[in-house]
């Protein structure tokens, strides 16, 4: 079976969460209104492309929120999957421009979009944007990349580096994280886990701050939980795969495994999680 083709995109939001305007785009090449998206470039993380997408056909700077459910469809007799996410815009979209792909971009309310947006998928995609809470805070909860062998490794574990693998998966995680902007970085004290968060820390020039609770050794299931629950900003935390399942199962009652190099986002609205995505590197 053929992979359907890949795009992303966003239903970008600003002003009063209980009264938000959603941009809205137009394409002269369809003569349709719709929400901006586009196709993912060779090798680009889906949320990777999803803030290029937002970028290049709106102007504007967007902070993910949370995920809302992928559209399927026939392009050409080929399926095609958009994956899409509210998104707070973090600027007012003064720079977008009129050009061929889009001629224009327009604030509106959500009841007037409904009656403006071309396809039908597009309103089952604002139903759900107000369906649950806007304003979230997310916790992106990563697993190290790939380390090599434990068993080949020489001397102390928690000196054991990124491979080539990893490496490249911290890279990804480096692309990734803006769409979160976290603005605390913990990590587990091991090697691997540190040099998962450094390209990202490095880019935005942020501290990573080490933390027993988060290794292998030093977890503890009462203690662990706490400090992150009590991380009230939008956070980036790594941690290994001996840790994070529990950890996100006590969050958010979710049970959820990453593989090598994967990370979770948990939308938090106070103490509450309202949801839960798994994404790889």
């Known amino acids: 079976m053929t992979d359907p083709l890949r795009a992303a995109g966003a239903v970008v939001w600003r002003g009063d969460e209980r009264r938000p305007e959603v941009a809205v785009i137009h394409r002269p090449a369809y003569d349709d209104w719709t929400f901006p998206k586009g196709k993912l470039k060779h090798g680009e993380h889906v949320i990777e492309a999803g803030l290029r997408e937002v970028r290049e056909e709106t102007g504007m700077g967007i902070v993910l929120g949370r995920a809302l459910p992928p559209v399927h469809y026939l392009a050409k007799g080929r399926l095609k999957r958009v994956d899409y996410w509210a998104a707070r815009a973090t600027?007012?979209?003064?720079?977008?421009?009129?050009?061929?792909?889009?001629?224009?971009?327009?604030?509106?309310?959500?009841?007037?979009?409904?009656?403006?947006?071309?396809?039908?998928?597009?309103?089952?995609?604002?139903?759900?944007?107000v369906a649950a809470p806007l304003s979230t805070t997310p916790l992106v909860l990563v697993r190290h990349g790939h380390a090599g062998s434990r068993q080949?490794?020489?001397?102390?574990?928690?000196?054991?580096?990124?491979?080539?693998?990893?490496?490249?998966?911290?890279?990804?995680?480096?692309?990734?994280?803006?769409?979160?902007?976290?603005?605390?970085?913990?990590?587990s004290p091991s090697r691997?886990?540190?040099?998962?968060?450094?390209?990202?820390?490095?880019?935005?020039?942020?501290?990573?701050?080490?933390?027993?609770?988060?290794?292998?050794?030093?977890?503890?299931?009462?203690k662990t939980p706490t400090l992150v629950r009590e991380l009230r900003t939008?956070?980036?935390?790594?941690?290994?795969?001996?840790?994070?399942?529990?950890?996100?199962?006590?969050?958010?009652?979710?049970?959820?495994?990453?593989?090598?190099?994967?990370?979770?986002?948990?939308?938090?609205?106070?103490?509450?999680?309202?949801?839960?995505?798994?994404?790889?590197?």
Do not use: N
Not at 96 to 121: C, H, K, S, Y
Not at 156 to 185: C, F, K
């Open 234 to 281: 939008a956070a980036a935390v790594c941690s290994h795969g001996k840790v994070l399942p529990e950890l996100i199962g006590t969050l958010s009652g979710k049970d959820v495994h990453l593989r090598k190099g994967a990370f979770a986002v948990l939308h938090r609205l106070g103490d509450q999680v309202v949801s839960v995505e798994r994404y790889p590197t």
């Open 91 to 129: 600027d007012d979209g003064a720079d977008f421009v009129p050009g061929d792909e889009v001629d224009e971009m327009r604030w509106l309310p959500i009841d007037l979009a409904r009656q403006v947006l071309t396809w039908e998928w597009d309103a089952g995609l604002l139903r759900a944007l």
């Open 192 to 222: 691997r886990c540190v040099q998962t968060l450094q390209p990202y820390a490095s880019g935005v020039k942020a501290d990573i701050k080490l933390e027993p609770l988060l290794s292998e050794e030093g977890q503890d299931w009462h």
């Open 152 to 187: 080949e490794w020489k001397g102390d574990d928690s000196r054991r580096p990124l491979d080539d693998v990893g490496r490249a998966q911290a890279a990804t995680v480096a692309r990734v994280l803006p769409a979160y902007r976290p603005e605390v970085l913990l990590s």
